[in-house]
């Protein structure tokens, strides 16, 4: 019921900035809680940061924190994820997800467990080079 498309990955040098962006379609985009995820070969997809459908509750991984922001532009239907500062760690696939189901307490382990999304957007390739 919503289709979701990431874009703006690419190479940066550790230390530079990028601004991803997930353009939502399908059902109403305001109603979703959406997240950004990440991973690399090898490893678990893990949660990067997560925003509620009216933008009043975030969550971001301990390792991003202060580098990374994300917000939502629910008239455009479109997520982003501001990446500053990034090092070579942060190189992986990154993945949007969108998910309708979530209530309660948006805590960081329930909007960064993977389980609770149920929409995936293809990812985009994030390379951080040294």
């Known amino acids: 019921q919503v289709q979701l498309l990431e874009s703006g990955g690419g190479l940066v040098e550790a230390g530079g900035s990028r601004r991803l962006s997930c353009a939502a379609s399908?059902?109403?985009?305001?109603?979703?809680?959406m997240g950004w995820f990440r991973q690399t070969p090898g490893k678990e997809r893990e949660f990067v940061a997560g925003?509620?459908?009216?933008?009043?509750?975030?969550n971001y991984r301990d390792s991003v924190k202060g580098r990374f922001t994300i917000s939502r532009d629910n008239a455009k239907n479109t997520v982003y994820l501001q990446m500053n500062n990034l090092k070579t760690e942060d190189t992986a696939v990154y993945f949007c997800?969108?998910?309708?189901?979530?209530?309660?307490?948006?805590?960081?382990?329930?909007?960064?467990?993977?389980?609770?999304?149920?929409?995936w957007g293809q990812g985009t390739q994030v390379s951080v080079s040294s």
């Open positions: 399908g059902r109403t985009f305001s109603s979703t809680v």
């Open positions: 997800a969108a998910t309708t189901s979530l209530i309660g307490h948006l805590t960081l382990e329930v909007m960064g467990s993977v389980r609770n999304y149920r929409y």
């Open positions: 925003i509620k459908w009216d933008g009043s509750v975030t």
